[in-house]
């Protein structure tokens, strides 16, 4: 059933480059003379004003760098790639800056055919030694490192002929191939007297890139604006028809989450996303929408529900005991707390890759999943192989049943209540619950969680700051447990290692936020990425989301298997040919268009 819907969403083996295209599984489904993409309408007029907006601030337009704070559209919206990404597909791309992409047998080389139109905003073409320059900068100590961790792998970077760039790695990853073609290109000439300057270029030089869009007026912290480029190179490439057909792009940045909603209902903004269930049903009863000048759309989606919570830091002593996170996570009174913020309507994300065909099945591990977990059985944290389930909850405030599992697990772990205080080995126990300022959903969260540790003795405090010192103190691994969200995708890769590799329990600026250090880890995503065949790559997959979901790292809450978008009744997306991925990157504002 699970490989059905896998091979439908058109995975198989091995990586494929037909020229105009290259997927990770398969064949691309688009062929060579495809007009535009499934989800985009090529009819879709031009104009309009979107208006965003967003809880926060910046102090950055440069994406690419790790100073400062950037608004997180510009790294789409702003830039372009050697190839785009169509999200109807699990993981493929088309070409874009580039006309044609080739792998050879061995899948160890990659080149890339420059598009002879393609060119910058201020009119000059798209070299060869823009891309290589890109590529080079983006492995520098400064860079975001996003990008830094494939810098290591490519053994060589070179012009073939005219047009071409060739990129030649140590050993066959097919989807490292992929990923050397969605990197931002950018303008080198424009750093030839001062390179170190794109480093320092966060509200001033910014890049000159090739995108439809570019950044035209900005405020620092309060709104950044983007006009679409008439002149755009790209705007007849089938990959674009019908596509970022809106003129201006305005993203406002407000201190709260109040104060966002607001000024949507004022009318000063055309859309809201919605990520509350009870909000969603509540809230969005004002007159314009009962008048129906504001729509609420719902747009459902087959992505994995990645994982969203309370990230425990097991760098600290007292998360490095699996016992005491899962005391953490037995004494979160899920069904309470959904109910309070949702109406009890969420489905709770129980793994990693929940609501996709690449979650952990329920139940003791079988076959090649069972395999491979068997050679780290004696060292794998109960529930890995047998099965593990959250806790359930009665929904009551008291929550004693999870209380007092809480208690024997911290008991066994060497804790005692001494005057109504959790004391352990380094005395009272007490932590911060790091979030950032401006979310009252995940302040509420947070408040009635601690309400509930207090009953275990333990004194835990949140800590709101602003979303700078937030990025700083993450990166950094500087908190106890901290609100964090991971997405995850339908085709996972080399991202993997970022997000739970080893290199990154120690190393700052990686997304192992809890400082996961588990071999089986590494492992599991070695047997992925080299998987031969689909089975092979769900199994990895599955064992991976079995030792994470085990590890206990997270106390996670709910996922919303649709999104909720509420919109100007003029801004209009084709509702007949969602992408797979739903309300995700590429969607909104890409794919919409004002009708009127």
Same mark, same amino acid.
Do not use: C
């Given at each position: 059933?699970?490989?059905?819907? &896998? ?6 083996? !091995?990586?494929?480059?037909? $020229? ?6 398969? =064949? ?13 309408? !090529?009819?879709?007029?031009?104009? $309009?004003?979107? *208006? %965003? /907006?967003?809880?926060? @601030? ?15 559209? +510009? #790294? ?22 580039? =006309? ?20 910058? @905003? ?26 830094? @961790? ?22 066959? %990853? ?59 190179? /790209?705007?007849?490439?089938?990959? #674009? ?73 097991? #760098? ?52 090649? *999943? ?9 060292? +794998? ?5 047998? /099965?593990?389930? +959250? ?28 005057? $109504? ?6 005395? !009272? ?17 947070? %408040? ?6 207090? /009953? ?24 106890? &447990? ?12 080399? =991202? ?55 590890? #206990? ?24 040919? +969602? ?11 890409? *794919? ?5």
């Amino acid at each position: 059933m699970i490989l059905a819907t &896998m091979a439908g969403l058109g995975i198989a083996f !091995p990586v494929v480059a037909d $020229g105009h295209g290259i997927a990770l599984y398969g =064949e691309p489904a688009l062929p060579s003379d495809y007009t535009n993409l499934p989800q985009a309408n !090529p009819d879709a007029p031009t104009g $309009g004003t979107f *208006v %965003d /907006g967003q809880v926060g @601030s910046f102090d950055s337009l440069n994406p690419h760098i790790l100073q400062g704070n950037t608004p997180w559209q +510009l #790294r789409f919206l702003a830039y372009e790639s050697l190839m785009g990404r169509a999200y109807d597909e699990p993981f493929t791309l088309y070409g874009l800056l580039a =006309e044609r992409v080739e792998v050879n047998d061995e899948q160890t080389q990659i080149t890339f055919t420059l598009n002879p139109a393609a060119e910058f @905003s201020d009119g000059t073409p798209v070299t060869q030694d823009d891309v290589i320059w890109s590529w080079n900068i983006l492995g520098q100590a400064g860079a975001n490192g996003r990008y830094r @961790s494939a810098f290591s792998k490519v053994e060589s970077v070179e012009k073939v002929g005219d047009r071409g760039i060739r990129f030649t790695i140590g050993a066959p %990853d097919r989807e490292l191939l992929m990923t050397l073609g969605f990197r931002p290109i950018m303008k080198s000439a424009q750093y030839a007297d001062d390179e170190s300057a794109f480093f320092r270029s966060g509200l001033n030089n910014i890049p000159i890139t090739t995108a439809p869009y570019v950044i035209t007026d900005f405020d620092p912290g309060r709104f950044v604006e983007l006009s679409r480029n008439e002149d755009y190179w /790209g705007a007849d490439l089938p990959f #674009r028809r019908g596509t970022n057909v809106i003129d201006t792009i305005r993203m406002e940045f407000f201190g709260d989450a109040t104060a966002h909603f607001e000024a949507f209902k004022a009318g000063e903004l055309s859309t809201m996303r919605e990520t509350n269930a009870a909000k969603w049903a509540r809230d969005y009863d004002f007159p314009a929408v009962r008048s129906g000048d504001i729509v609420l759309s719902e747009i459902p989606h087959q992505r994995p529900s990645g994982m969203t919570g309370f990230a425990m830091n097991t #760098r600290r002593d007292l998360f490095d005991d699996w016992r005491v996170r899962q005391a953490m996570i037995e004494v979160f009174n899920f069904d309470y707390i959904n109910n309070v913020i949702n109406g009890g309507t969420q489905p709770r994300i129980t793994s990693y890759y929940s609501n996709s065909p690449l979650g952990m099945e329920p139940g003791p591990a079988q076959g090649a *999943v069972a395999d491979l977990l068997e050679p780290f059985a004696d060292s +794998l944290l109960p529930g890995t192989i047998e /099965g593990y389930n +959250l806790p359930e909850t009665d929904g009551r405030a008291s929550n004693r049943k999870g209380l007092r599992a809480a208690s024997r697990l911290l008991e066994d772990a060497g804790y005692t209540v001494e005057n $109504g205080v959790l004391t352990g080995p380094n005395g !009272p126990v007490t932590f911060d619950i790091l979030v950032q300022t401006g979310s009252s959903e995940v302040q509420s969260i947070a %408040d009635i969680y601690i309400e509930s540790l207090k /009953g275990l003795g333990i004194d835990a405090r949140a800590v709101a700051i602003d979303s700078a010192q937030f990025t700083d103190r993450v990166t950094n691994y500087d908190f106890d &447990m901290v609100w964090y969200q991971w997405g995850l995708s339908l085709s996972p890769g080399n =991202e993997q290692l970022a997000y739970w590799g080893p290199d990154g329990v120690t190393a700052p600026v990686s997304r192992n936020v809890m400082g996961a250090d588990d071999p089986a880890i590494s492992e599991m995503i070695d047997a992925m990425l080299n998987a031969d065949s689909q089975e092979g790559y769900v199994a990895a997959i599955r064992a991976l989301d079995r030792v994470l979901t085990a590890g #206990r790292y997270v106390v996670p809450i709910w996922h919303n298997p649709v999104s909720w978008i509420a919109h100007d009744k003029a801004l209009t997306y084709p509702a007949d040919r +969602l992408p797979i991925y739903g309300d995700w990157i590429g969607f909104q504002p890409d *794919v919409w268009w004002f009708e009127n």
